[in-house]
């Protein structure tokens, strides 16, 4: 391990005992379990719903309950294969995963009325105001709200809607690893999930037999309560050992149909002072391993005289923190790399000033390479390329979804600017190489451009629609480019990162000569592309520098073309420096 990792570890505390304390006297806890004791009430001689609307205003609390029987011999694990509803969580790496059988039998047997649960709280959450959603429920009734949570933040949209938050009470574990690792690709929803877990209460184990122990993973914030205290964790290693270990103290003959009483543990707990604790530990070496001590004997994992247990466990958990730290510092890490990233591009931009300043435009000023400045810019080139495509492979793995999840908005904008910025470079380097046909099948693109640019029009798509809707209530709708991108024009790119593989394909049908007819068509087609991104404003005016590469097909195309011709007219007629003053339309 580095000296500075070491430092880091060896300073750093775990805050478990803190969040432990801060969670135990806040209100959505209380509202979750009042909610649990309220639907107990509701009509008790009668067959029990699986859930109720307890607090239909701001909190909505919507609490789920434990059907007679429904704990009983099902502590096996579903594939995903075999159920339905939950594809959206699947993704490249994790294409299945498993959820527990009673689970989600219960889950199936009520979709008819989740369904109408769901598409209600949808709505609810479009409004001006959209209201917070507790979503709450004991035993294997936390699972089912566990598994509705996951469904509902499939429908909401996050960006608008207040994320719901799921509060459980001894609840079983519901996945397995593979899950909980489609629950983490959505950066956001493991902090909807709160689950509250007494080392007395034997119902979270019920189904961790010796077959099944290993199988099950969690996932979300614990909250793991004793006699002694409480404290918050996220690792699942070790919320795991918690359960294996708590387990021989739990009540094996509890009826998990009947609850066991978190309400006066909660109440409790907010009396209860631990100040005292650390009387016991003695000898501490650091402020992490007293941090640790701390946590393990507030919620009742070994006594303070297991010394061997409490060094074991110790050990454990400081390997475990390390682990998140170094995951942490790895993110840390790539932020750098991201800022990296914003001092090439910048580069780029000095370098792209400087060559059209010199008439040839940075895409030929690149292609020439006769100076130090093309070979920084080289450098810089591989690095942007070596830095996006691990970002679109990390990214592209993870779930489809609006929500963290395929693309934020503005991982796509920086993407289509390096794409636009960079891919011209490279197109430079494939053709001085003697490349050809680079957007072919058969071509040298790499992947990941074709993605950025794929991702790019879905998301134009998106917004013409959204740009349509709006116009059909105006009586004059507007037609052509934006102002602002004619405006812009001067110092724009080309939307089309490909446009100087479109120009170079062009030179070399006219470079062969003796144009059969399918070269003509070629040419002619080329032209058309042309014409239609003049009057889009979607290239760059660069290309008309003299000595581009566009105005060299230009200056041996202009022979062959019809003079009738929209692009020879307003290439004779001063066409160039209206459309570099915004004034061509």
């Known amino acids: 391990m580095p000296e500075s990792l070491k430092m880091t570890v060896k300073n750093r505390f775990s805050s478990g005992l803190e969040s432990g304390n801060l969670v135990v006297n806040s209100d959505p806890v209380h509202q979750a379990w009042c909610a649990i004791e309220q639907q107990r009430q509701i009509n008790p001689n009668a067959e029990p719903s699986l859930y109720n609307e307890i607090q239909p205003e701001n909190p909505i609390v919507i609490a789920f309950g434990t059907p007679p029987g429904s704990l009983q011999g099902q502590e096996g694990l579903v594939s995903s294969k075999d159920f339905a509803h939950f594809e959206f969580l699947c993704n490249k790496s994790n294409p299945v995963f498993c959820i527990n059988e009673a689970a989600i039998k219960l889950f199936q047997s009520h979709y008819s009325d989740l369904l109408v649960l769901k598409n209600k709280l949808v709505e609810n959450s479009k409004g001006k105001t959209p209201p917070l959603i507790i979503i709450t429920g004991q035993s294997l009734g936390g699972s089912i709200a566990t598994l509705f949570t996951l469904w509902l933040l499939e429908g909401l949209n996050l960006s608008k ?29 493991k902090y909807c999930f709160l689950h509250i877990i007494s080392n007395q209460d034997h119902t979270p184990k019920i189904f961790m037999s010796q077959n099944t122990t290993g199988a099950y ?12 205290g409480c404290a918050c964790s996220e690792d699942p290693d070790f919320i795991l050992e918690q359960f294996v270990t708590t387990n021989s103290h739990s009540a094996q003959t509890q009826d998990p149909n009947l609850g066991f009483p978190y309400g006066q543990i909660l109440e409790d707990l907010k009396r209860k002072a631990l100040c ?26 070994v006594s303070p005289q297991s010394c061997m247990d409490i060094d074991n466990l110790v050990g454990k958990m400081k390997r475990h923190e390390t682990k998140l730290l170094i995951q942490k510092m ?37 292609r020439k390479k006769e100076k130090p400045a093309d070979v920084k810019v080289n450098e810089y080139k591989k690095k942007l390329m070596n830095y996006w495509e691990d970002s679109v492979t990390e990214i592209e793995d993870r779930p489809q979804l609006e929500e963290g999840a395929y693309l934020r908005l503005r991982w796509l904008y920086a993407g289509t600017t390096y794409r636009r910025m960079v891919e011209p470079l490279h197109i430079a380097d494939y053709y001085k190489d003697g490349g050809e046909n680079y957007q072919t099948e058969d071509g040298k693109r790499p992947k990941h451009f074709t993605l950025f640019e794929k991702l790019h029009q879905e998301k134009q798509e998106q917004e013409k629609k959204k740009k349509q809707e709006t116009q059909k209530q105006e009586e004059k709708p507007e037609s052509g480019p934006r102002k ?26 006219l470079k062969n000569g003796g144009l059969t007819t399918d070269d003509k068509r070629k040419l002619k087609e080329f032209e058309d592309y042309v014409w239609i991104a003049l009057k889009n404003y979607a290239v760059s005016p660069e290309i008309f520098l003299k000595k581009s590469s566009f105005m060299k097909w230009w200056n041996e195309y202009k022979g062959i073309v ?21 004034k061509f339309t």
């Open 217 to 228: 993973k969690p996932f979300g914030t614990f909250l793991l309560c004793s006699a002694s």
């Open 562 to 582: 019809e003079s009738s011709s929209s692009l020879s007219h307003f290439m004779k007629n001063g066409g160039p420096k209206e459309y570099e003053e915004g």
């Open 330 to 366: 790895k993110n840390w890490d790539s932020d750098n790399k991201f800022n990296d990233v914003k001092i090439h591009m910048a580069y780029l931009e000095w370098y792209k000033k400087e060559s059209k300043d010199k008439g040839y435009g940075y895409y030929d000023m690149y």
């Open 161 to 189: 809607a207040k994320r719901p938050f799921c509060i459980t009470f001894g609840s079983p574990l519901v996945g397995d690893e593979h899950l909980r690792k489609c629950v983490l690709e959505f950066s956001t929803w």
């Open 484 to 509: 602002s991108k004619r405006k812009n024009v001067g110092s724009s790119l080309n939307d089309d990162s490909c446009f100087w593989a479109r120009v170079e394909e062009a030179l070399i049908l």
């Open 276 to 301: 005292n604790v650390f009387k016991s530990i003695g000898g501490l070496r650091d402020p992490l391993e007293a941090s640790i001590i701390t946590q393990i004997l507030a919620i009742g994992a």
